[in-house]
């Protein structure tokens, strides 16, 4: 009988009580920033802080302009980047097979996702604002976060894809139905849940990046009445209160409206999820 240090019934308890510790750590950590955000910025928020312009570099006034850049940049992201990502995960699950392209393009989503994000802003820069000649804009910026985005969309909606039973798809085609109205029809639905995750990971990390869009947004801060408008959204309107000291307490303010916008836009999308899965499950 081999010796044992310790035994399997132990080792399992110890290792149940580090995960645990590790979740309950990860919590308390959230908790305490989130928490330090809201509080140093909750005596700066009120209606004017949220609906009006800045004054003064940003030193008095509110935030209006700011909130409204983030709405469309995120957007612009979110309609460029959703449909790509997850028709290029249906192709690659449902059509494509196993060869060297279909390595290629998994190899090169999982680089893109690695790249820092500053890289993502030069490269706008140079294609979207000088050789397209799109000018610093908010479409600009949109189009460099809906490539931030577009790894994370695909990879998760791939596993998502590939993790719905098989049974499923024999069971529509033997019904009658095409390739495509079991991919529409049977393979998605079943794969939303997992979809939307990965869409919500793309659009927070969109919505919370000040360096992808520092060199493409023009950083104006009048309220931009188009997506040609130039403009300057939260996380770069809060990195330059921040570190040219303008205002820290504005600062705080804009950070607060930051972190509670990304958890109410993940609250009510993962609510969404929760209520399509027990619909689709019968409950």
């Known amino acids: 009988m081999p010796f044992r240090l310790i035994s399997p019934k132990n080792a399992q308890k110890i290792m149940k009580s580090l995960f645990w510790a590790s979740g309950i750590i990860t919590i308390i950590i959230l908790i305490v920033i989130i928490g330090y955000i809201i509080l140093k910025g909750l005596p700066v928020i009120n209606l004017e802080f949220l609906t009006t312009n800045p004054v003064d570099s940003g030193r008095a006034g509110g935030i209006a302009p700011m909130i409204v850049s983030s709405l469309y940049v995120t957007l612009i992201a979110g309609i460029v980047a959703t449909p790509l990502g997850v028709g290029a995960a249906v192709y690659l699950s449902e059509y494509a097979g196993e060869n060297r392209l279909v390595k290629l393009i998994r190899f090169g989503a999982e680089t893109l996702a690695s790249i ?12 979207f604002v000088i050789f397209l000649g799109m000018g610093w804009s908010l479409l600009s910026g949109g189009l460099v976060l809906a490539l931030m985005a577009l790894p994370t969309i695909f990879q998760v909606a791939e ?17 009658g139905a095409t390739k495509w109205e079991t991919v529409y029809r049977v393979v998605l639905p079943a794969a939303v849940p997992g979809i939307t995750t990965g869409v919500i990971l793309g659009m927070a990390r969109a919505i919370s990046e000040a360096a992808a869009i520092l060199f493409v947004v023009g950083s104006a801060l009048a309220m931009p009445v188009s997506i040609f408008d130039p403009g300057r959204p939260l996380p770069l309107h809060l990195y330059v209160m921040a570190t040219e000291g303008i205002s820290l307490d504005n600062a705080y303010g804009t950070a607060a409206v930051l972190v509670v916008l990304v958890l109410i836009i993940t609250v009510l999308t993962n609510t969404f999820v929760e209520r399509y899965r027990k619909k689709m499950m019968g409950r």
Request: avoid cysteine; charged fraction near 15%.
């Open 159 to 175: 596993v998502s894809i590939e993790s719905v039973p098989r049974s499923y798809r024999e069971g529509s085609l033997a019904l």
């Open 116 to 127: 820092p994000s500053i890289v993502f802003g030069l490269f706008g820069l140079a294609f």
